[in-house]
T-cell receptor, first 114, second 114 residues
Framework: KAGVTQTPRYLIKTRGQQVTLSCSPI?????VSWYQQTPGQGLQFLFE???????NKGNFPGRFSGRQFSNSRSEMNVSTLELGDSALYLC?????????????FGQGTRLTVV | AQKITQTQPGMFVQEKEAVTLDCTYD???????LFWYKQPSSGEMIFLIY??????QNATEGRYSLNFQKARKSANLVISASQLGDSAMYFC???????????FGKGTLLTVNP
């Protein structure tokens, strides 16, 4: 059974550009969440998608957006990149929404903004 | 709001010995899930073990066990028979509230010495 797949693994972008990250959840999982990890702020919740709808959103500016497709794959987009957006972006896959649902992460996409 | 506190920034253990990583949490929700993840230097967040707030028994997964003390709001991870490959950052997380997001602690860096 394949795990959570995130692509690409590494990205280098220039300030002002935009970027799209992809996440394919575990087969059968319908919930996808995104997290940003930085040395200063730790792991922070970006948003969660379930059944193609954004269900929850963290405290990030509108430059951060996402979507989920009918096959549960999700994409995250960051527009007008800033140096501070350099981080490891992790995607988590869960079977359903819920407090007592296990969440499995992908290997992450390491974004560097120069 | 949920909060996770990991008071040990770093821990050292000898190979083949057991080690306990501390985690305390704060939540006003009666229903929640507690998780431990391992993050090696490669960045991938590896799911280790899960404990539901209503679970009567402590969770165990191979060499990992969770010492869940609900009244004290603690969920310590016990790793038995440490291996060199256990060297990594370990995160405790709670999932609860109305948005089901994972809230992480700052992590504990475990180093296993030969």
């Amino acid at each position: 059974k394949a795990g959570v797949t995130q692509t690409p693994r590494y990205l280098i972008k220039t300030r002002g550009q935009q970027v799209t990250l992809s996440c394919s959840p575990i087969s059968g999982h319908r919930s996808v969440s995104w997290y940003q990890q930085t040395p200063g702020q730790g792991l922070q919740f970006l948003f969660e998608y379930f059944s193609e709808t954004q269900r929850n959103k963290g405290n990030f500016p509108g430059r951060f957006s996402g979507r989920q497709f009918s096959n549960s794959r999700s994409e995250m987009n960051v527009s007008t990149l800033e140096l501070g957006d350099s981080a490891l972006y992790l995607c988590a896959s869960s079977l359903i929404q819920g407090r007592n649902t296990e969440a499995f992460f992908g290997q992450g996409t390491r974004l560097t903004v120069v | 709001a949920q909060k996770i506190t990991q008071t040990q920034p770093g821990m050292f253990v000898q190979e083949k010995e057991a080690v306990t990583l501390d985690c305390t949490y704060d939540t006003s929700d009666p229903s929640y899930g507690l998780f431990w993840y391992k993050q090696p230097s490669s960045g991938e967040m590896i799911f280790l073990i899960y404990q539901g707030s209503y679970d009567q028994q402590n969770a165990t997964e191979g060499r990992y066990s969770l010492n869940f003390q609900k009244a004290r709001k603690s969920a310590n991870l016990v790793i038995s028979a440490s291996q060199l490959g256990d060297s990594a950052m370990y995160f405790c997380a709670i999932r609860g509230g109305s948005n089901y997001k994972l809230t992480f602690g700052k992590g504990t860096l475990l180093t296993v010495n030969p």
